[in-house]
Nanobody
Framework: QVQLVESGGGLVQAGDSLRLSCAAS????????MGWFRQAPGKEREFVAA????????YVANSVKGRFTVSRDNAKNTVYLQMNSLKPEDTAVYYC???????????????????WGQGTQVTVSS
């Protein structure tokens, strides 16, 4: 199986920036993808961003496009989410996600995810 460990969450003010990291270990595949979902209180888990492992093809949700950037470091088996100009509506638990194929980038749904991290809390105050 694949283990995912997130870090970088915290409490910030509106307009601040955060960088989330997710390190993967276990049986990963070069044809897979890693990314991020988030879930706010009372809401469904929603797609944020994802990137393929080999080609670096990425997709960012329209709700965060222009503010969030997803990137990867293949040597470290790590994916990052750079979050700029944070808003109170970005407050959520952010979950790292892994899929053994590019399906996460294609479908961008929780059902396309094979493994989840434990989540890291991001709270943005106004």
């Amino acid at each position: 199986q694949v283990q995912l460990v997130e870090s970088g969450g915290g409490l910030v003010q509106a307009g601040d920036s955060l960088r989330l990291s997710c390190a993967a270990s276990g049986r990963t595949f070069s044809g897979g993808a890693m990314g991020w979902f988030r879930q706010a209180p009372g809401k469904e888990r929603e797609f944020v961003a994802a990137i393929t492992w080999s080609g670096g093809t990425s997709y960012v949700a329209n709700s965060v496009k222009g503010r969030f950037t997803v990137s990867r470091d293949n040597a470290k088996n790590t994916v990052y989410l750079q979050m700029n100009s944070l808003k109170p509506e970005d407050t959520a638990v952010y979950y790292c996600a892994y899929s053994g194929s590019p399906t996460m980038v294609i479908w961008r749904t929780p059902g396309s995810v094979d493994y989840w991290g434990q989540g890291t809390q991001v709270t943005v105050s106004s």
